[in-house]
């Protein structure tokens, strides 16, 4: 079955902590994976997307096929990403994603 | 500003009632995605339209609808609705690129 995972609903960090939320995936295909980001009153957003390769806000992940994961990492939480953070998997060429259950990143002063 | 437009913010209705739910997509996109986020599933793909026409549909009761109209909008009609069917409902497009989805603020449905 297709599936993504998070297993953490609540993560609580202190500001300048490292941070990383978990991510796993069930997923026979080549998967794209991604990780948006709501927070408080704004709409969903991308953050990241696994082929992209790249950092915004200071966030990375990689795609790790062999224990199916992608974890999204920072080195040093600051107060503004406390939100909710969503990782998702596409499957084929539209966007009819699969969703995590999402992880509430507090961080605090 | 995603460019996504999604009226109403906020619906209370009822059991039983039927409402229709608009969206708007980005300029120039010509897909539209619905999805629903509720407490007790999470967030799910309901239906995809493409130019007017069904593209795909995933967990969408039959008491739910959509369509898209010529002019690229599309409304997400729900009948006979439940108390279950409280949740956020967002439309997405995905962009000229078709790199990322952009979302909707989304409308918070409440049915008493």
């Known amino acids: 079955a297709q599936r993504v995972t998070q297993p953490e609903k609540l993560l609580s960090v202190f500001k300048g902590a490292p941070v990383e939320l978990k991510c796993n995936y069930s997923?026979?295909?080549?998967?794209?994976l991604f990780w948006y980001v709501q927070y408080s009153r704004q709409r969903l957003q991308l953050l990241l997307r696994?082929?992209?390769?790249?950092s915004i806000k200071g966030f990375t992940a990689d795609l790790n096929k062999g224990e199916t994961s992608f974890h999204l990492k920072k080195p040093f939480a600051q107060e503004e990403d406390s939100a909710m953070y969503y990782c998702?998997?596409?499957?084929?060429?539209?966007?009819?994603?699969?969703w995590g259950a999402g992880t509430k990143l507090i961080i605090k002063p | 500003d995603s460019g996504v437009t999604q009226t109403p913010k906020h619906l209370i209705t009822a059991t039983g009632q039927r409402v229709t739910l608009r969206c708007s997509p980005r300029s120039g996109d010509l897909s539209v995605y619905w999805y629903q986020q509720s407490l007790d599933q999470g967030l799910q793909f309901l239906i995809q339209?493409?130019?007017?026409?069904?593209?795909a549909k995933g967990n969408i009761l039959e008491r739910f609808s959509a369509q898209q109209f010529p002019d690229l909008h599309s409304e997400l009609n729900l009948s006979s609705l439940e108390l279950g069917d409280s949740a956020l409902y967002f439309c997405?497009?995905?962009?000229?690129?078709?790199?990322?989805?952009?979302f909707g603020s989304g409308t918070q449905l409440s049915v008493l």
């Open positions: 997923y026979s295909g080549s998967p794209e």
């Open positions: 998702a998997l596409r499957r084929g060429g539209n966007y009819q994603l699969i």
């Open positions: 997405a497009s995905p962009g000229a690129a078709h790199e990322k989805l952009f």
């Open positions: 339209y493409y130019n007017g026409e069904e593209r």
């Open positions: 696994h082929i992209s390769r790249e």
